[in-house]
């Protein structure tokens, strides 16, 4: 029987839109973001990811000069999740362009509420502030909508979020940083000791001369996957899917990688996960055969 293809999964279709989106293809984005909407909703996902999709397709509206579906889309976001900055600073945007400065500064005063170090909802209050005065005089102020109160957990989340997309960005400087010569070969050494003790299933020993090598040379792909096969010998399996993310943060269409993430979720019984693992594999190498047996054995468990 031929090999059944299936559709693609909302993550996909969201990084499907994703790239529309930072390439121009705004219309192409809207188009994919209501397909990811339309499978979230079927596959009853929670709020957070369907709050997601809204502000992203609302950020295609607002660049594709639909402010009003951009509204829209911002209000049903904060609906799901309230006082998300994203669809804030969006709506009050799109606000701003259909005049309706009044709900502009509510939403721009709200974001800074969150945190008052962001530069376009302070600039966009004092545009508000300045457009409010020239139309409505001194008492400007008298005629606004209430600006509701954010909760100080509200705030607390964003400034943790905030904290750790920082780690993030220094995780991510680690990978790009070159490491000196003298590191590269000693890295390369201990990983070829590795090596031979995966030879000789000696798997937790291999496990930690490439532990020692990644101290040196952090950006060395086969390394990650290299450890990853140790750790599914040893059925340490989220182990696994840390160094398959690590190395896909370097490669995202790498092979192994994907392949053992994919083993490691089986494991796990995160079905779901294994499934998307394999599908985004076969995109690469459609003719792998691992792959393809893997993922017919994960669809007759789902």
Same mark, same amino acid.
């Given at each position: 029987?031929?090999?059944?293809?299936?559709?693609?999964?909302?993550?996909?279709?969201?990084?499907?839109?994703?790239?529309?989106?930072?390439?121009?293809?705004?219309?192409?984005?809207?188009?994919?973001?209501?397909?990811?909407?339309?499978?979230?909703?079927?596959?009853?996902?929670?709020?957070?990811?369907?709050?997601?999709?809204?502000?992203?397709?609302?950020?295609?509206?607002?660049?594709?000069?639909?402010?009003?579906?951009?509204?829209?889309?911002?209000?049903?976001?904060?609906?799901?999740?309230?006082?998300?900055?994203?669809?804030?600073?969006?709506?009050?945007?799109?606000?701003?362009?259909?005049?309706?400065?009044?709900?502009?500064?509510?939403?721009?005063?709200?974001?800074?509420?969150?945190?008052?170090?962001?530069?376009?909802? /302070?600039?966009?209050?004092?545009?508000?502030?300045?457009?409010?005065?020239?139309?409505?005089?001194?008492?400007?102020?008298?005629?606004?909508?209430?600006?509701?109160?954010?909760?100080?957990?509200?705030?607390?989340?964003?400034?943790?979020?905030?904290?750790?997309?920082?780690?993030?960005?220094?995780?991510?400087?680690?990978?790009?940083?070159?490491?000196?010569?003298?590191?590269?070969?000693?890295?390369?050494?201990?990983?070829?000791?590795?090596?031979?003790?995966?030879?000789?299933?000696?798997?937790?020993?291999?496990?930690?001369?490439?532990? /020692?090598?990644?101290?040196?040379?952090?950006?060395?792909?086969?390394?990650?996957?290299?450890?990853?096969?140790?750790?599914?010998?040893?059925?340490?399996?989220?182990?696994?899917?840390?160094?398959?993310?690590?190395?896909?943060?370097?490669?995202?269409?790498?092979?192994?990688?994907?392949?053992?993430?994919?083993?490691?979720?089986?494991?796990?019984?995160?079905?779901?996960?294994?499934?998307?693992?394999?599908?985004?594999?076969?995109?690469?190498?459609?003719?792998?055969?691992?792959? /393809?047996?893997?993922?017919?054995?994960?669809?007759?468990?789902?």
């Amino acid at each position: 029987m031929p090999h059944k293809r299936c559709s693609p999964s909302w993550t996909e279709l969201k990084k499907a839109g994703n790239e529309c989106f930072k390439t121009g293809q705004y219309g192409e984005a809207v188009c994919l973001y209501s397909q990811a909407i339309k499978e979230v909703e079927r596959s009853g996902k929670n709020s957070e990811d369907l709050s997601i999709l809204h502000s992203n397709r609302a950020a295609s509206y607002l660049k594709d000069g639909n402010c009003g579906e951009c509204v829209k889309d911002c209000t049903v976001s904060l609906d799901l999740v309230p006082f998300g900055i994203k669809p804030l600073l969006r709506r009050g945007a799109a606000y701003e362009a259909l005049e309706r400065y009044r709900l502009a500064y509510v939403d721009y005063k709200t974001a800074l509420q969150i945190d008052c170090h962001i530069p376009a909802a /302070q600039d966009g209050t004092n545009r508000m502030t300045k457009c409010l005065t020239e139309v409505d005089g001194h008492s400007w102020r008298e005629k606004l909508p209430p600006i509701p109160i954010v909760p100080m957990a509200v705030k607390e989340n964003f400034s943790q979020a905030t904290c750790q997309m920082a780690q993030h960005k220094c995780t991510r400087e680690k990978y790009t940083s070159v490491p000196g010569e003298d590191a590269i070969k000693k890295a390369l050494c201990l990983k070829e000791e590795g090596n031979a003790l995966v030879k000789k299933a000696e798997y937790k020993k291999a496990i930690e001369k490439y532990t /020692q090598s990644l101290k040196h040379n952090p950006s060395e792909i086969t390394t990650y996957t290299n450890r990853a096969l140790c750790y599914l010998s040893v059925k340490m399996y989220k182990e696994v899917v840390r160094d398959c993310e690590e190395a896909l943060q370097l490669d995202s269409a790498n092979i192994k990688a994907l392949y053992r993430q994919a083993q490691a979720h089986k494991e796990l019984k995160d079905y779901k996960a294994c499934v998307e693992d394999l599908n985004i594999l076969l995109k690469v190498e459609p003719k792998n055969t691992a792959a /393809q047996n893997l993922l017919l054995k994960v669809q007759n468990k789902k």
